[in-house]
C-alpha cells in the first residue's frame, strides 16, 4: 500500500530567497515554525524518500524542483483522498495552517492529519484536532504535558531537528565583524521578535535599573544591542526608528522613560541573515523574558552553543533550558536586574561553569537528530493502529514530575482568571 506524506509549510511565499532557506541547516532569518518546517521536509525527503512519496504544500504553489520537490498549491487538498483512495495518506500541518484550512481539512477521506503543535496550552488547536480525531506532536517537554493535560492524548513528544555544527560555523564567520569593546563596556544582547508576546518592552522596562545598578555596583558600562524585528504577518504602520509596527515601537519607548527617544547606550540591529558572529561578542544575552508562548525555542539552544551565557524564563517551555541553568533563571520579567547584576558579579570561573552546562545542554539536543527522525518514520510508517504515546517516557524522572506541577499550577491560575477569583 502506498504512503502519502503531505507537509504544510507556513508563509513559505514570503520567504525572501526559498531555494537558499531549504538549503540552510541554520534559521537564515525567517520564521521559526517554518524553518523548522523546511527542516522537517527536507529530513524526510532525504532518509524516507524510498518509503514513502513526499509532496509539500504551501499557500500558493513554488517551484522547487532543483531540490526534488514541488510544493503545490494548498486548494489541492480536497483532493487528497481521490489521489489514491485506498492508500495511507498523512497531513502534517501546524497550528496556523489548521486555522486557516480547517473546513477544507473536514472534507478529507483516507487521510490521517497529524498536527504540529509549536506552543504550550494551544487549546483551540487542540478542540479543533479532537474533531478530527487527529494526532499531534510537541517539541518540548513542558509543552507536551500542558497539551496533553488540554486533551491531546494521542500525542507524541519530538524534538525539533537543531544542527549545533551549523551554528558553530556561522558564529565564527567574519561576515560580520565584532565592534571593539570600549573600557568596562558589558554588552548585553536581546535575540528575538519585536513583537509584544515576545517580551522586549519587559527588556526596556528594566534597563534603567539594569545601566543604573551595573554602574554602580560593578563599575560596568551597560549597551545594549537588540536583534529582531516585527513578525512577516504584523498589520500596522512600521516605525522609523525601531524595526517593529508604530504600536509596538511607542510602547518601547514609554518603557525606556528616555523622554521618548531610544537609550544612547541601547542599538536595533534589526533581524539580521546570520546574526551568529554579533551574538558570539556579547557578555549576556537575554530571551523572552516572561516566556509567554515559548515551546522550545531554537534561539536559545544557539545561543547556549555560542557559549554566550542566557537569561532564561522558568515559565512556559523556557522552563525546559531553565533546568538547566537555574542560576540564570528568572520567575517574572521584575527580575532582570538583579540576575544581571549578580551574574555580572560573579567569577570568570564561575562565569565558565554555567556557560559549560548551556554548551552541553545544546550538544546532548543535536545529539538526539537521528532519534526525532526515527520517531518521525515511526508515525508516519506504523499502521494506525499501533500509534500510542507512551507516556511514562515523559513522566519518568522527578524533573517532568516537576514540570507536571507547574503546568497544572498554570491551568489553576487560568481558572481563576475565567472565574474571577481574586
Known amino acids: 500500500m502506498t504512503k502519502s506524506v503531505f507537509v504544510y509549510v507556513e508563509s513559505l511565499g514570503e520567504v525572501q530567497s526559498i531555494k537558499y532557506a531549504f538549503s540552510k541547516r541554520y534559521n537564515p532569518g525567517i520564521g521559526g515554525t517554518t524553518f523548522q518546517q523546511l527542516r522537517l521536509f527536507h529530513e524526510l525527503q532525504q532518509n524516507l524518500r524510498w518509503s514513502v512519496d513526499l509532496i509539500g504544500l504551501a499557500d500558493e504553489y513554488i517551484d522547487l524542483e532543483p531540490y526534488h520537490c514541488s510544493l503545490l498549491k ?78 491531546a492524548h494521542d500525542h507524541y513528544h519530538i524534538y525539533n531537528f537543531y544542527y549545533e555544527e551549523a551554528i558553530l560555523q556561522q558564529g565564527v564567520s567574519a561576515a560580520l565583524p565584532a565592534k571593539p569593546k570600549s573600557k568596562g563596556e558589558f554588552r548585553i544582547g536581546y535575540w528575538g521578535a519585536l513583537d509584544p508576546s515576545k517580551g522586549f518592552h519587559h527588556v526596556a522596562k528594566s534597563w534603567n535599573q539594569i545601566s543604573r545598578e551595573l554602574k554602580s555596583k560593578a563599575d560596568l558600562n551597560a549597551t545594549l544591542f537588540v536583534i529582531g524585528k516585527e513578525y512577516s504577518f504584523s498589520s500596522g504602520e512600521r516605525s522609523s526608528s525601531i524595526p517593529t509596527t508604530s504600536d509596538y515601537a511607542q510602547t518601547i519607548l514609554n518603557c525606556f522613560e528616555c523622554n521618548n527617544n531610544i537609550p544612547p547606550n541601547v542599538s536595533f540591529l534589526g533581524r539580521l541573515s546570520s546574526p551568529h558572529s554579533v551574538v558570539r561578542d556579547f557578555d549576556l544575552i ?37 533546568s538547566c541553568v537555574p ?96
Not at 495518506?89 to 487521510?111: D, H, M, P
Not at 499502521?383 to 513522566?395: D, E, T, V
Request: charged share 20%; aromatic share 10%; proline share 3%.
Open 327 to 422: 542560576e540564570l533563571s528568572i520567575s517574572s520579567p521584575s527580575r532582570l536586574a538583579s540576575v544581571v547584576l549578580r551574574y555580572a558579579s560573579l567569577s570568570e570561573s564561575r562565569k565558565m561553569q554555567i556557560i559549560d552546562k548551556q554548551f552541553v545542554y545544546a550538544k546532548s539536543i543535536s545529539l538526539l537528530r537521528d532519534e526525532s527522525l526515527n520517531q518521525w518514520a515511526s508515525i508516519l510508517l506504523q499502521s494506525p493502529g499501533k500509534r500510542k504515546q507512551r507516556l511514562f517516557a515523559i513522566f519518568g524522572s522527578v524533573n517532568h514530575l516537576a514540570l507536571l506541577l507547574d503546568v497544572v499550577n498554570q491551568l489553576l491560575i487560568q481558572l481563576r482568571k475565567r472565574l474571577r477569583f481574586p
Open 74 to 151: 494548498f486548494s489541492a487538498i480536497t483532493a487528497f483522498g481521490e489521489v489514491e483512495p485506498n492508500g495511507d495518506q498523512t497531513l502534517i500541518i501546524n497550528s496556523g495552517g489548521l486555522k486557516r484550512y480547517y473546513k477544507e481539512i473536514c472534507s478529507l477521506k483516507n487521510c490521517r492529519v497529524l498536527i504540529w503543535l509549536h506552543h504550550p496550552f494551544d487549546h483551540k488547536t487542540i478542540s479543533m484536532g479532537r474533531s478530527l480525531h487527529a494526532s499531534f506532536v510537541s517539541c518540548g517537554k513542558y509543552q507536551f504535558i500542558s497539551n496533553w493535560l488540554l486533551g
Open 286 to 322: 537575554i530571551t523572552n523574558p516572561a516566556g509567554t508562548g515559548e515551546a522550545f525555542s531554537q534561539v536559545v539552544l544557539e545561543i547556549f552553543s555560542l557559549r554566550v551565557p542566557a537569561v532564561i524564563s522558568s515559565r512556559y517551555g523556557m522552563s525546559d533550558f531553565a
